[in-house]
């Protein structure tokens, strides 16, 4: 593609989220829906005039990594330690049970062979981290206390997506599942997890220290971005074997280190105020090219509207798909806004569902007409969940642990 249309793109894609983010916020509506209509609204579904390529992909990966960053940065590492245990049993439950019920309604509601239903199963697994950070961000509540556990549920729960999707698309290649390929992947995974919080520490002192001794500005982003392209490629490198393409494990790898990274820093009050600073511009870029990305990536012309079956599928599966990460809370001991809180910021699917479904498809294993009905469920998953996570704290944020302030707009 020629270098001035990508350019047009960009443009067109900045300035219309930029618009359309702020009528959503000026209607009360989170800007994250704006954000997304101007992608469903640029791309194939309505006026085609983009449609997601490689460099769009690029860019929309360093926005998610940069506000998974910044996130890091205003999170209190003692409040999410202590949010740890409800998070991880948040995770596993919002993981299996929609996991089990997709896979039960496929397989004995619709006839579905074995391997669709758990195909089909493991795309309801699928939780957009993404998009739930943003939405509580803009509701000024990510640093609340269901704001940890779903912040801390939604990083598990997409590291066990990235195991269940490697065994599925091996599965669905191979016909069998090797324990060599899959332990690979674990080991991977796990390493680049668990040296992803040593290794920011350990870059933490040696960037303070060029901060105070340069002498031009610009050292802290040019720094930063520069980390998120190397380690967005060092993801891709060792922790993304070759059955699964190298995509789905570098998109959750990379960000597993920016999240803690960003954590790292809060630990200085005066050099994290800096690194707000210069940063925020950055991150103000990059990010509305993310949800503008997974709009585009929204092609609502696979639908057939007239088709009985899609409507009873989709439906069908759109209650399981609810219903599975609502149920997820109730494992915890937590009030019950805060469990209906935590459940409805782990609804929405997002980039992530969309992963699964593409893999679906590609690999033949989604027929048409289930692809379609996937893409109604993490569509309306994607773009209701802010405004009904939205009403429920204009109504019930006064009942939950911790809200000193009304919600913010956006």
Same mark, same amino acid.
């Given at each position: 593609m020629e270098t001035h249309i990508i350019l047009f793109e960009i443009a067109a894609i900045l300035l219309l989220a930029r618009l359309l983010a702020e009528i959503a /916020?000026? !209607?009360?509506?989170?800007? +994250?829906? $704006?954000? =997304?209509? #101007?992608?469903i609204l640029l791309g194939?579904?309505?006026?085609?005039?983009?449609?997601?390529?490689?460099?769009?992909?690029?860019?929309?990966?360093?926005?998610?990594?940069?506000?998974?960053?910044?996130?890091?940065?205003?999170?209190?590492?003692?409040?999410?330690?202590?949010?740890?245990?409800?998070?991880?049993?948040?995770a596993l439950g919002g993981f299996?049970?929609?996991?089990?019920?997709?896979?039960?309604?496929?397989?004995?509601?619709?006839?579905? /062979?074995? !391997?669709?239903?758990?195909? +089909?199963? $493991?795309? =309801?697994? #699928?939780?957009?981290i993404g998009f739930t950070v943003r939405i509580l961000a803009d509701l000024g509540r990510h640093q609340s206390r269901e704001g940890q556990i779903v912040l801390g549920a939604a990083v598990i729960d997409d590291l066990l997506g990235?195991?269940?999707?490697?065994?599925?698309?091996?599965?669905?290649?191979?016909?069998?599942?090797?324990?060599?390929n899959s332990g690979k992947i674990i080991l991977f995974v796990t390493v680049f997890f668990m040296m992803a919080p040593i290794i920011a520490k350990l870059l933490l002192p040696l960037i303070q220290h060029f901060h105070r001794q340069r002498h031009i500005p610009g050292l802290i982003p040019i720094v930063l971005v520069s980390l998120v392209m190397i380690f967005a490629a060092l993801a891709h490198t060792i922790g993304a074997p070759h059955i699964l393409g190298g995509f789905a494990a570098g998109?959750?790898?990379?960000?597993?280190?920016?999240?803690?990274?960003?954590?790292?820093?809060?630990?200085?009050?005066?050099?994290?105020?800096?690194?707000?600073?210069?940063?925020?511009?950055?991150i103000q870029i990059f990010t509305p090219i993310f949800f503008v990305m997974v709009g585009l990536s929204l092609d609502l012309r696979h639908v057939d509207w007239s088709s009985a079956f899609i409507w009873v599928f989709s439906l069908t599966l759109t209650v399981a798909a609810i219903l599975g990460k609502l149920l997820g809370p109730w494992l915890v001991r937590e009030t019950i806004p805060t469990r209906?809180?935590?459940?409805?910021?782990?609804?929405?699917?997002?980039?992530?569902?969309?992963?699964?479904?593409?893999?679906?498809?590609?690999?033949?294993?989604?027929?048409?007409?289930?692809?379609?009905g996937m893409i109604i469920v993490i569509t309306y998953t994607t773009l209701a969940a802010p405004l009904w996570i939205k009403l429920?704290?204009?109504?019930?944020?006064?009942?939950?642990?911790?809200?000193?302030?009304?919600p913010s707009s956006g």
């Open positions: /916020s000026r !209607l009360r509506i989170p800007p +994250i829906f $704006g954000e =997304l209509c #101007a992608g194939p579904t309505v006026l085609g005039w983009i449609t997601p390529h490689d460099t769009l992909k690029l860019l929309a990966e360093i926005g998610i990594i940069l506000l998974l960053f910044e996130v890091g940065l205003e999170t209190d590492i003692e409040r999410l330690a202590r949010a740890g245990h409800h998070a991880v049993i948040v299996i049970l929609p996991f089990v019920i997709g896979y039960a309604v496929c397989h004995y509601l619709f006839n579905m /062979s074995v !391997l669709l239903s758990l195909f +089909i199963g $493991g795309t =309801l697994t #699928a939780t957009s990235i195991f269940l999707l490697a065994i599925l698309y091996e599965f669905a290649v191979s016909g069998n599942v090797s324990l060599y998109i959750a790898l990379s960000r597993r280190f920016f999240l803690p990274f960003g954590v790292s820093l809060h630990s200085d009050p005066d050099f994290t105020h800096h690194v707000q600073n210069q940063m925020r511009p950055v209906i809180a935590i459940g409805m910021a782990m609804v929405p699917r997002g980039e992530v569902g969309l992963i699964f479904a593409e893999l679906g498809r590609t690999t033949e294993i989604f027929t048409p007409a289930v692809y379609a429920f704290y204009a109504r019930y944020g006064h009942l939950l642990p911790g809200n000193n302030a009304p």
